[in-house]
C-alpha cells in the first residue's frame, strides 16, 4: 500500500534552514504529482508546495514563494522541500501528500524560534 515516511523536522532559529524528505513507496512514485502541507497550532492544513510527476513544474504558497524549494528524486522515491530564511510563522506540522489518492505522510515538526 502507499506509505509516505516523513524526516528533516527539528527546532531551528529564525533564519536557518531545513530540509524535509519524504520517502514513498508502494506505487510508482514517477507517475504522480506530490506536495508539501502544513499545519500550524490553531489553523488550518495548507498547501504549501507541489511538483508535477517529472519535476519539471512547481507551485507555491505565496508566503513561502522565494524561501522554498520542492524538488524530488524520482530514482529515490523522495520528494524534498528545501526551507531557507525560516520564520517563525512557518511553525508547523509538515505532511508528505499524494494528491490522486489522498494519501498523507505522519507529519514532521517543524519549529523555529525566534
Known amino acids: 500500500q502507499v506509505q509516505l515516511v516523513e524526516s528533516g523536522g527539528g527546532l531551528v532559529q529564525s533564519g536557518g534552514s531545513l530540509r524535509l524528505s519524504c520517502a514513498a513507496s508502494?506505487?510508482?512514485?514517477?507517475?504522480?504529482?506530490m506536495s508539501w502541507y502544513r499545519q500550524a497550532p490553531g489553523k488550518e492544513r495548507e498547501l504549501v508546495a507541489a511538483?508535477?510527476?517529472?519535476?519539471?513544474?512547481?507551485n507555491y504558497v505565496d508566503s513561502v514563494k522565494g524561501r522554498f524549494t520542492i524538488s524530488r528524486d524520482n530514482a529515490k522515491n523522495t520528494v524534498y522541500l528545501q526551507m531557507n530564511s525560516l520564520k517563525s510563522e512557518d511553525t508547523a506540522v509538515y505532511y508528505c501528500?499524494?494528491?490522486?489518492?489522498?494519501?498523507w505522510g505522519q507529519g514532521t515538526q517543524v519549529t523555529v524560534s525566534s
Open positions: 508502494g506505487f510508482t512514485f514517477s507517475s504522480y504529482a
Open positions: 511538483i508535477s510527476a517529472a519535476g519539471g513544474s512547481t
Open positions: 501528500k499524494l494528491p490522486r489518492f489522498g494519501s
